[in-house]
């Protein structure tokens, strides 16, 4: 195994992640403090990630990589609880009352964004150049790439927000940010972060696992599970069906733009569950049509294939208008971390289909 490279010094001083601003506010300073020793933390737990899981067994390689990547999921969800402190900060914000507090302006906001994708891109590229040598480095590069131009581009949308100052120019009154316009931004920076590091520690797991199994999805947790049994010997004991990779919790990445439709989906879930070897679970979100958006919640029974194809069909029941339709499931993917919902055929509820992760 080739060794793997050690990040540069100038690379490793770009992972400080400054502190989120904090308006002189007590409870947004708080919240902005736990999400920056979040990040800390959880880049105390990366060191020598690459080299050590590439060199361990597999079941050990893979609860490395699962307590890393809930490392990032706990910053992510920090994050999110001080953009909801800052939210509320916007709403009581009132400038005749604020004394020398600022206000949430566009350009405060999106410096500090722009400072959180550019060091994410820049320690995913950190770590890309590492495993430069190694033979999983085209596989987990190919598996960020999408992901990496989406960060960039949302880059170059924020950037392209922030008014350039002009010598002997008239200098530009600050923009203040909604509440609503606030919690969009926030959150479309928070999903690129969490998209590009999931899909990075997926392949990195999908790399390292040796054995003939399909290879298994990460946990979407904040707290890592308990330690991966060792499997029992090849032969011992049925394959995975598809019903059970299916079973979980799945969602869709709002502004991933995976999908097919009128328009984005909205707060998509889908919970599977396994009763007598069949799916049974619940499908809801917002999903629009020419008629608008329509908050769909429907209960799930699994019915019978269609011969020679792979794909689970669900069925469902609309008590109110007196129909049935069905649902159905593509996936899950090679990584076990996608699958397909198609509802193009669908019968009371807007035709589409998107692209969902595990939760």
Excluded: C
């Excluded at 999908?206 to 003939?212: G, H, L």
């Excluded at 799945?250 to 439709?261: A, D, K, P």
Aim: proline content about 8%.
């Amino acid at each position: 195994m080739a060794a793997v490279g050690l990040v540069s010094g100038a690379a490793a001083m770009a992972q400080t992640l400054p502190p989120a601003p904090d308006y002189s506010d007590s409870a947004v300073a708080e919240g902005s403090e736990q999400a920056a020793n979040a990040w800390n933390a959880w880049l105390r737990g990366e060191r020598d990630l690459e080299h050590d899981v590439l060199a361990a067994p597999m079941n050990e390689a893979r609860d490395r990589i699962q307590r890393s990547f809930s490392g990032l999921l706990n910053y992510i969800d920090k994050r999110r609880i001080y953009g909801d402190r800052v939210a509320t900060y916007i709403e009581i914000y009132r400038p005749e009352t604020a004394g020398r507090k600022p206000p949430v302006t566009v350009e405060i906001v999106n410096r500090d964004q722009l400072e959180l994708l550019g060091i994410s891109l820049s320690l995913v590229q950190a770590r890309l150049d590492g495993l430069r040598d190694t033979p999983v480095w085209a596989t987990v590069r190919r598996a960020v790439q999408p992901d990496t131009s989406g960060s960039m581009s949302l880059q170059s949308a924020r950037r392209d927000e922030i008014p350039v100052e002009l010598p002997f120019s008239r200098a530009t009154a600050p923009r203040p940010l909604s509440v609503i316009v606030y919690r969009d931004s926030e959150k479309q920076v928070r999903e690129s972060v969490e998209r590009i590091w999931t899909h990075y520690y997926q392949a990195l797991v999908d790399a390292v696992d040796r054995k003939t199994v399909p290879p298994k999805a990460l946990v979407s947790s904040i707290t890592p599970p308990p330690p991966t049994p060792e499997p029992a010997p090849a032969g011992s004991g049925p394959a995975i069906s598809q019903v059970d990779r299916l079973a979980g919790a799945w969602r869709y990445l709002e502004s991933s733009q995976q999908f097919n439709g009128v328009d984005e989906p909205r707060q998509v879930l889908l919970e599977l569950f396994v009763e007598k070897e069949a799916l049974t679970g619940r499908y809801r979100g917002t999903l629009t049509d020419f008629n608008g958006p329509r908050n769909v919640d429907l209960r799930l029974q699994q019915v019978a294939t269609v011969k020679g194809s792979n794909d689970i069909r669900l069925q469902y029941q609309i008590p109110e208008l007196n129909q049935s339709g069905q649902i159905v499931i593509e996936g899950p993917s090679a990584g076990g971390v996608e699958v397909m919902v198609v509802h193009m055929d669908a019968v009371g509820i807007p035709k589409g289909r998107e692209i969902l992760v595990r939760r």
